[in-house]
């Protein structure tokens, strides 16, 4: 009599592997979708306030919008994460980039920029969700992957994000067509992108992996809790100088990046560059944000994060001496606006996985939503600048004060690691 078949045992570890697959297929999934909708935004934003208003200045409000909305988003995706895990604080995040996008078309419609800048503190929330996506693509990593695992999925937004800005044309012209005003097609188009995106997390996001990754650690009743909070995460970072330091780095990185990068379609525009040409050079910048993130990621694992982020500071000094130094150069624009994407890379990835390495798993959601909080917060006040410095004085001087804070920012890191090492 032959004996029944036994059915192969998987292991917990086996078991963790593969959820941490499928969790990075569906966070890279979203962040491709997602990836759209942020990229259309960044390509016509400040072009259409500019149109709209009139003035250059003003102008510069359209990135800080959309930077002070991600920023004001982080604290509630990050409370929704800790009480309902990232399921419910993604979600959050691309439900209200979704609004936005529709308030902004009916701004369009209108021809009112406060209500259009308005609508674009909303779509903030699409760059909250990408934001908190790297973080969730953590929570399940082994030790000493968490890098390359977060640098994963920021790499997913490579497809979306650069073929958002030159999709922004294609979907004018179909929205024309379909009876839209000028320009309000791209923003309807970048609706629906976060609708999808909005969808994958809800339906595909399971097991979710922060609740996971509790039940693991501390057991059932951690899995239902902790809420982290404000207070808890400066607490915790008070204790925890490394996470100061990462937190420093990449608040620098996007200060720097989204200053430099907000004033650049205005500029080509000044100078008579088409909508054509500044989807391009913003769609070349997005690549150099998201395209080699793995390699960064894979570096900051193998050769240590400080290092990483030194590397980090230099690349965006040497952006910001291309950029400042460009005159009317397209070509020397795009260069510097590859090396400032690839500059930000190094600072969002080895600072995010940093700041994720050091503070306990309990404590992640509420420091990762401070993080992100304070990042956003010092990159809309570097629009504000920046608007105003080029307004006034010039996109040269933008790139002397973007290259000062980069290059100190990287001898105080440099100086306080040596500092710390026996």
């Avoid at 966070?27 to 259309?40: E, N």
């Avoid at 979306?160 to 929205?175: E, F, R, T, W």
């Avoid at 992108?193 to 057991?219: E, H, K, Q, W, Y």
Wanted: aromatic share 4%.
């Amino acid at each position: 009599m032959s004996s029944a078949p036994t059915t192969p045992t998987v292991s917990p570890s086996d078991r963790i592997r593969g959820v941490q697959r499928r969790t990075l297929a569906v966070l890279s999934a979203t962040q491709i979708v997602s990836g759209v909708g942020v990229a259309v935004g960044l390509a016509l934003s400040s072009v259409v306030v500019d149109e709209l208003s009139g003035s250059t200045v003003i102008s510069g409000f359209a990135g800080t919008a959309t930077v002070l909305g991600a920023a004001l988003l982080a604290l509630p995706t990050a409370k929704a994460s800790g009480k309902g895990g990232r399921r419910a604080g993604l979600s959050l995040a691309y439900a209200a980039a979704l609004a936005g996008c529709l308030i902004s078309a009916l701004a369009i419609s209108l021809r009112t920029w406060p209500l259009l800048l308005a609508g674009l503190v909303l779509v903030g929330g699409g760059s909250a969700g990408s934001l908190a996506a790297r973080y969730s693509a953590t929570d399940l990593s082994p030790k000493g992957r968490s890098a390359r695992h977060l640098s994963l999925v920021v790499w997913a937004s490579t497809i979306g994000s650069v073929a958002g800005p030159n999709l922004a044309k294609p979907a004018d012209q179909i929205g024309m067509r379909l009876g839209l005003v000028e320009k309000a097609g791209p923003f309807v188009f970048a609706a629906l992108a976060f609708a999808v995106a909005m969808a994958l997390i809800f339906c595909l996001l399971r097991p979710d992996p922060l609740t996971l990754a509790r039940s693991l650690n501390d057991g059932p009743a951690t899995a239902r809790g902790p809420k982290g909070t404000i207070r808890t995460a400066w607490q915790t970072l008070r204790t925890t100088p490394m996470a100061r330091r990462a937190l420093v780095m990449i608040a620098v990185s996007h200060t720097a990046m989204v200053s430099v990068m907000s004033m650049t379609p205005v500029k080509l525009h000044h100078d008579g560059s088409n909508l054509d040409v500044i989807g391009l050079v913003i769609s070349l910048h997005i690549a150099g944000m998201y395209v080699l993130s793995p390699v960064v990621g894979w570096l900051a694992d193998k050769a240590g994060k400080v290092p990483v982020l030194v590397l980090g500071m230099a690349l965006l000094l040497s952006a910001a001496t291309l950029a400042g130094t460009a005159g009317h150069g397209v070509w020397q624009v795009t260069a510097a606006l590859v090396l400032l994407g690839l500059g930000w890379s190094c600072g969002l990835v080895a600072g995010s996985a940093l700041v994720t390495e050091s503070v306990p798993l309990e404590r992640r959601p509420a420091v990762q939503g401070l993080s992100d909080l304070l990042m956003n917060v010092c990159g809309a006040t570097g629009t504000i600048v920046a608007g105003a410095i080029v307004g006034t004085l010039g996109y040269g001087v933008l790139g002397l004060v973007v290259g000062v804070m980069a290059a100190l920012a990287g001898v105080w890191l440099t100086l306080v690691w040596r500092a710390d090492r026996p």
